[in-house]
């Protein structure tokens, strides 16, 4: 990497959305404070003298503070104050070019939307790449649409690609829509997916530019982007040793006794649907956690700070629920909180799998739990199907290979439900034969599940998700059996209370003795 070439935190200026009488160069000022790492002086409608003197001032700023000023699309301007480089577009100077009017020690960044693009620019020399457009952007019109991070990463994987190919390094930022709620999803989402390889960092302009406070905005996006490098959520699993059964079941007890020894109670949060609501209230409290049912979007902020988990259910998902659960998972994710996201019914109407598809987008999930034809409709096959909100069709040949596939994919843990459950965080993959079919003949047996998840991952967010999610589904299932056998359960009405009761009176003893997990791979 080009000396001083740090893109962690890339401010992109934008002189009009500045307050009015605040010098473009004290919000640098401000910005560079709070942890910005490199600026470019983006100003589309700036007279050239106007340009220049504006870059001469914020380059005073950046140069004493020994970071990086990069003058977008303008060479001219480039030279005149002696920049660090440039960035530029397509439609602009051709990069060969660029490089013959500035040299080698200049630094040239380069936009790039598609795998074309971005393998011409690592051939023709650019020291790095912006890769938009990352999310919908109000700051400028783009020709086109949004690639979500998922477009983002598979432009990333081609990129060093090319760039192993050509034995150059490559480095990238993405750009569009990045703020501090989508900060750690989109830099944990466009990892590669063979090799778990980050970005360099982010490029903003408004979340930064429009802040009342730039140092604050910058501080908290940048330690938002630490979290999301440093932390072993997930995506980080490629490089972590495969979890052995024995290792996993000792792990479950741990976690499954700080809850119902009350060492720890969690305050599970839930956005859910209408029919099951009162039985996962009742599940929640029974397992150990502290239900609260909230889906209004104007309570999200307040209540953000004190949640444990949030758990998502769109099985009687409205308009305003909507609002309520895109609120509340900005604030989950600002907060680095786990949410389990229960897409009821996604493969059903075009509507829902709508939701669903712009909530995974927009924020992604720490975990996702569906029955194999909700997990079928997500991952886009058609070995499943839905009728109403239960799968029917006859099972997936392969399914450890589904869910370690679609983890993967959505960089999460997933679940699925079923006689069997497969559980996967894309590295080990775990069935668990426990259950009754007793569940299969009551509403929201699975809701439960999803109150389990929440009830049980958000200790052990960092790393250790999986062991979290299978704490939740082998507890769910032992108080099932366990109900099941009672001699006063005469059918599902019966079953339904004693499920809760054995939820309740479930042991970490009668856990370790009677849960059948099995690593599939
Ligand atoms: C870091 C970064 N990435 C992308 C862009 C977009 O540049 P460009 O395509 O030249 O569009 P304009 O910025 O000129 O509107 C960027 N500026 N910075
Ligand atoms: C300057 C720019 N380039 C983009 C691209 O997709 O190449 S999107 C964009 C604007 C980004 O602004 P904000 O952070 O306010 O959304």
Not at 471 to 488: C, H
Request: net charge neutral; proline share 3%.
């Amino acid at each position: 990497m080009k000396q001083n070439l740090d893109l962690t935190l890339y401010l992109v200026t934008d002189s009009q959305m500045a307050p009015a009488g605040k010098p473009l160069a004290q919000i640098v000022d401000e910005a560079i404070q709070g942890g910005v790492t490199i600026v470019q002086l983006r100003e589309k409608t700036a007279e050239t003298g106007d340009f220049v003197r504006t870059a001469l001032e914020v380059k005073k700023v950046t140069s004493k503070a020994g970071i990086p000023l990069l003058i977008n699309d303008r060479v001219d301007v480039a030279q005149a104050v002696d920049a660090d480089g440039v960035h530029i577009g397509q439609d602009d100077l051709p990069i060969e070019e660029a490089r013959r009017i500035l040299g080698d020690n200049k630094i040239i960044g380069v936009s790039v939307q598609t795998a074309e693009e971005a393998e011409e620019a690592i051939v023709k020399g650019a020291d790095y790449l912006g890769i938009g457009t990352c999310y919908d952007t109000a700051t400028k019109y783009v020709k086109v649409g949004p690639q979500g991070p998922q477009g983002v990463r598979s432009v990333w994987e081609h990129a060093l690609k090319t760039g192993q190919r050509i034995n150059r390094p490559v480095h990238a930022v993405t750009i569009g829509g990045v703020n501090s709620y989508n900060a750690v999803h989109v830099l944990i989402c466009t990892r590669t997916l063979a090799d778990n390889v980050s970005l360099d960092g982010l490029a903003v302009v408004s979340a930064i530019m429009t802040a009342e406070s730039p140092k604050t905005a910058a501080k908290l996006l940048r330690s938002q982007i630490s979290f999301a490098l440093e932390s072993s959520w997930v995506a980080k699993q490629d490089n972590s040793k495969p979890l052995g059964v024995s290792r996993a079941c000792q792990a479950i007890a741990t976690v499954f006794d700080n809850v119902k020894s009350g060492k720890t109670t969690p305050l599970v949060q839930h956005i859910t649907n209408q029919v099951v609501i009162n039985d996962c209230a009742n599940a929640c409290l029974a397992l150990g956690g502290s239900p609260i049912m909230a889906s209004d979007p104007v309570e999200q902020h307040d209540l953000a700070s004190a949640v444990s988990s949030l758990v998502i259910n769109i099985g009687t998902v409205s308009d305003h629920q909507i609002a309520g659960m895109h609120a509340a998972m900005r604030e989950a994710r600002l907060h680095n909180t786990p949410i389990v996201i229960d897409p009821v019914g996604v493969g059903t109407t075009p509507f829902r799998k709508q939701v669903v598809k712009e909530l995974l987008r927009d924020y992604g999930a720490h975990v996702i739990k569906g029955n194999a034809g909700e997990i079928a409709a997500l991952f886009g096959s058609s070995e499943m199907q839905m009728r109403g909100v239960d799968a029917v069709g006859g099972g997936f040949k392969d399914p450890a290979k589904v869910v370690r596939e679609l983890s993967r994919r959505e960089r999460c843990v997933v679940v699925m439900t079923g006689k069997v459950d497969y559980l996967s965080d894309g590295v080990s993959t775990f069935a668990v034969h426990n259950g009754h079919s007793l569940q299969g003949h009551i509403t929201g047996s699975g809701c439960m599940v999803g109150t389990a998840l929440g009830t049980f991952i958000h200790q052990v967010a960092n790393g250790d998700l999986l062991v979290g999610a299978l704490t939740g589904v082998v507890a769910i299932n032992l108080a099932a059996e366990a109900a099941a056998l009672r001699s006063d359960v005469k059918g599902p009405g019966t079953f339904r209370a004693a499920f809760i009761d054995e939820m309740y009176n479930l042991t970490v003893d009668t856990l370790l003795k009677n849960m059948r997990v099995e690593r599939v791979k």
